[in-house]
């Protein structure tokens, strides 16, 4: 079973390696994060936050409800126009047990790539909360965490909440 990295833990300030391969054991991981994913109401899920240092993810479309499961994603492009959301996190909780918010900057529409778990080669350019999602996970895969986004002082007051938790 699957088990959580919460903030705080070193797994989630470590860049991914690439997949080389898709294993089966790669695909059941890749099913468990999803089951993962909608047990804790998330839209999205990275490697680091189940403590694997791989590059792979699960992401949904909150409108359409399309599930992504992306071996290797990586951002071609993102847009100049940008847009400010409250954004959140299942590895950064509060005292709680749930994800603490703050409002992030980031661009509206991104272009991605990533391979299938069928190993083919896919590219979408994805607007609005999928961008957001996107962005959100990959920033995963490079050791990043959305609170890296905030001032200094709203920074701060996020880890205050996610510090009484531990």
């Known amino acids: 079973m699957l088990q959580m990295k919460l ?31 909608h047990a804790q109401n998330g839209v999205g899920l990275a490697a680091p ?3 694997m240092l791989s590059r792979f993810l699960v992401m949904m479309d909150p409108d359409s409800e399309t599930v992504y499961r992306m071996i290797n994603p990586r951002i071609l492009s993102f847009s100049s126009t940008t847009c400010t959301l409250e ?3 299942l590895s950064v909780v509060g005292n709680d047990g749930l994800p603490v918010f ?18 083919d ?5 994805m607007s609005g909360l999928p961008a957001r999602i996107v962005q959100h996970e990959t920033d995963h ?12 002082l709203r920074r701060e007051m996020v880890m205050r909440k996610v510090k009484k938790r531990k």
């Open 7 to 37: 903030c705080g833990d070193l797994v989630l300030r470590t860049v991914c390696a690439p997949v080389s391969d898709i294993t089966p054991e790669l695909l059941s991981t890749l099913d468990e994060m999803v089951e993962m994913m």
């Open 49 to 51: 936050q189940i403590g």
């Open 87 to 89: 954004e959140g996190c």
């Open 102 to 119: 703050a409002n992030v900057t980031r661009p509206d529409s991104v272009v991605v790539e990533w391979t299938d778990e069928r190993g």
């Open 121 to 125: 080669k896919k590219t979408a350019q």
């Open 141 to 152: 895969l490079d050791g990043k965490l959305f609170i890296d986004y905030l001032s200094p």
